[in-house]
């Protein structure tokens, strides 16, 4: 069993920052690509940016030069940081990650997604 554990979000003006994280914990091997989506209402979710296990990234062209992903190994924990916030990030940001877990000698790999935090921009 593995948990993730998003937080972080909630309302900010306009060229405000948040900080989200997304800790997982549980039955974990290894973890490897780590990525943030959201959802707006009425809207498809789409990734935001994302992060392999070397640290490479790559980030949607709307949040380019405002948002940087991050993640700490250690305490297997994912950051977005979001600055110059505009309204239209205003959407469900939910955390996805890849991880392999050990059972008798075998490795899985499943996919597993944040429960969603709420991010809102507006004055």
């Known amino acids: 069993q593995v948990q993730l554990v998003e937080s972080g979000g909630g309302l900010v003006q306009p060229g405000g920052s948040l900080r989200l994280s997304c800790a997982a914990s549980?039955?974990?091997?290894?973890?490897?690509?780590m990525g943030w989506y959201r959802q707006a209402p009425g809207k498809q979710r789409e990734l935001v940016a994302a992060?392999?296990?070397?640290?490479?990234?790559n980030y949607a062209d709307s949040v380019k030069g405002r948002f940087t992903i991050s993640r700490d190994n250690a305490k297997n924990t994912l950051y977005l940081q979001m600055n110059s916030l505009k309204p239209e990030d205003t959407a469900v940001y939910y955390c996805?990650?890849?991880?392999?877990?050990?059972?008798?000698?075998?490795?899985?790999?499943?996919?597993?997604w944040g429960q969603g935090t709420q991010v809102t921009v507006s004055s």
């Open positions: 996805n990650v890849d991880i392999a877990t050990m059972i008798r000698d075998t490795q899985y790999e499943y996919d597993y």
């Open positions: 992060i392999t296990s070397g640290g490479s990234t």
């Open positions: 549980g039955s974990i091997f290894s973890i490897y690509a």
